[in-house]
């Protein structure tokens, strides 16, 4: 399934021939299940394309800017192959190796304990929050966490863990870190 949405301009049919042309390319790398979320977005210096791919509960996200709108597309594309590449890569090394140690070895231990001391002079009202999202948590190892933020291209994951507490997985460094709520 293919949803497009365009926002701050209307987009005519031959436009979105074009995208769904696109999206072939990339559909034979993925199973039948697999729905795309297409949101193109008129910004100041040109177009924006953010093309989301839901597969069984996960998302792997390709973006672009470009001064056109055919050409952010096309790039857009481009990344999420290259995020589709790594992330078979990645599980085929991972089923072929067991690199679970090498994903261990990766991890930074947290220097410093987050408290609520930190945030007694913390001034509420100076916030400017621009954007409010609900998502439901999913249970995943962390490995599985690392991989769905990497082909989401975030600095940060929310999830459950296996054992059902909430954690957040943030980048560190060349690293990972990993927050668990209590």
Do not use: W
Not at 19 to 47: C, H, N, Q, V, W
């Amino acid at each position: 399934m293919i949803k497009i949405t365009a926002r701050g301009f209307d987009i005519k049919q031959g436009a979105k021939d074009g995208i769904e042309k696109e999206i072939k390319r990339i559909e034979k790398m993925l199973p039948e299940s697999a729905s795309f979320d297409i949101t193109l977005s008129k910004i100041k210096d040109g177009y924006k394309c953010d093309i989301t791919v839901l597969n069984v509960g996960s998302f792997i996200r390709g973006e672009a800017i470009a001064d056109k709108i055919e050409p952010s597309i096309d790039m857009a594309v481009d990344d999420l192959k290259r995020k589709i590449r790594k992330l078979k890569t990645l599980l085929v090394d991972k089923k072929r190796k067991g690199a679970i140690d090498e994903i261990a070895d990766a991890f930074i231990p947290l220097d410093e304990e987050i408290t609520m001391d930190n945030f007694d002079n913390f001034d509420g009202d100076s916030l400017d929050i621009k954007r409010t999202k609900k998502i439901s948590l999913q249970m995943m190892t962390d490995d599985e966490a690392i991989v769905q933020m990497e082909m989401l291209g975030h600095s940060f994951f929310v999830y459950l863990g296996v054992e059902g507490d909430t954690r957040i997985l943030y980048q560190r460094g060349k690293g990972y870190g990993k927050l668990i709520c209590e």
